[in-house]
């Protein structure tokens, strides 16, 4: 134990009295640890390394612009190491024994709890040591602060919402498990009972800025709400723990924006797997322009099993 305590205070000296970045977080670690740290976004590009250049086993895994390639998720994946590596709420340890490796993997959380980042050391050069998982608890902790500062990272859950909210709704993502993790990242927050909804602004002005600006400010409203932008439309992911939806109190404010921006709404049945967003999207879609049709002036339409698009 106490070689454990003057690891942390090692490491708590030198945030304190050093101008730290991740980079030298990372090296720090892996001088405390003594094997190789990586550090990288979800979208696998790497933000941090320290690695001998000697370990060939990671470098073939790294392509040239700087991402983990897919094979390295997918290696994971078939040893088993998927569900540890998407749902981790604390560090984790996973062991290889076809691989021949042990790892030492955790998420980088932001301040809402929101992931953007993985950290993962293996133990290419010694064996791991009692407490070398709470030296990666605490090193996450001294990264969280940092990566947080930067305007990247700050926009970065957003980012991410928008480019995987669009692939589930383009359907391009079934059965890929490096996809898992972000696709879990979108859950984050959400209650049982899914729906999907889409905003036209349309009647104002459906530039892409303008889409964005509604976007930000509908966040603002509803902050636990996922939301992105798609073909010239706002998409809502919302979430409910009651048994029957009703639209105007699930959206609360944002019902009162609609009406003052002069936007209109259409809203999907209830799902709970977010691999079928398409299909719901689509039922949002229908039931806007069925009800456009059929319920002139009204403003929310919510997909009924004849396709019709029925205010409630």
């Known amino acids: 134990m106490s070689k454990i305590n003057n690891k942390l205070k090692q490491l708590r000296d030198f945030q304190k009295n050093n101008d730290v970045n991740v980079q030298s977080i990372v090296e720090m670690a892996y001088q405390i640890l003594g094997n190789l740290v990586i550090l990288y976004d979800l979208e696998r590009r790497i933000l941090a390394y320290a690695v001998p250049n000697t370990y060939s086993y990671l470098w073939r895994y790294i392509n040239d612009n700087g991402f983990i390639r897919h094979e390295l998720e997918t290696k994971y994946a078939n040893e088993g190491f998927a569900d540890s590596m998407i749902r981790p709420d604390k560090v984790v340890f996973l062991e290889s024994p076809n691989l021949k490796l042990k790892n030492i993997f955790g998420k980088i959380f932001n301040k809402d709890g929101f992931p953007i980042a993985c950290i993962s050391t293996l133990d290419a050069m010694k064996p791991f040591e009692d407490g070398d998982i709470v030296l990666v608890e605490a090193i996450c902790d001294m990264i969280v602060e940092e990566i947080c500062k930067t305007p990247y990272f700050q926009a970065y859950p957003q980012k991410i919402l928008d480019t995987y909210i669009n692939k589930l709704i383009n359907a391009d993502i079934q059965g890929k498990v490096y996809f898992l993790g972000k696709v879990e990242a979108i859950y984050k927050g959400l209650k049982n009972n899914l729906y999907v909804a889409v905003v036209d602004i349309s009647q104002c002005d459906p530039s892409y800025a303008k889409l964005s600006y509604y976007r930000d400010l ?95």
Do not use: H
């Open 218 to 312: 509908f966040k603002l409203e509803r902050p636990a709400f996922k939301y992105s932008i798609y073909s010239n439309y706002i998409v809502i992911i919302m979430s409910t723990n009651e048994a029957v939806f009703y639209p105007r109190k699930c959206m609360k404010s944002l019902y009162g924006l609609f009406e003052q921006e002069n936007m209109n709404v259409g809203v999907s049945s209830r799902f709970e797997n977010l691999f079928e967003l398409s299909k719901y999207y689509n039922e949002a879609v229908a039931a806007l322009n069925n009800g456009l049709i059929d319920n002139s002036g009204r403003r929310l339409f919510v997909y009924e099993r004849n396709g019709r698009g029925m205010e409630r």
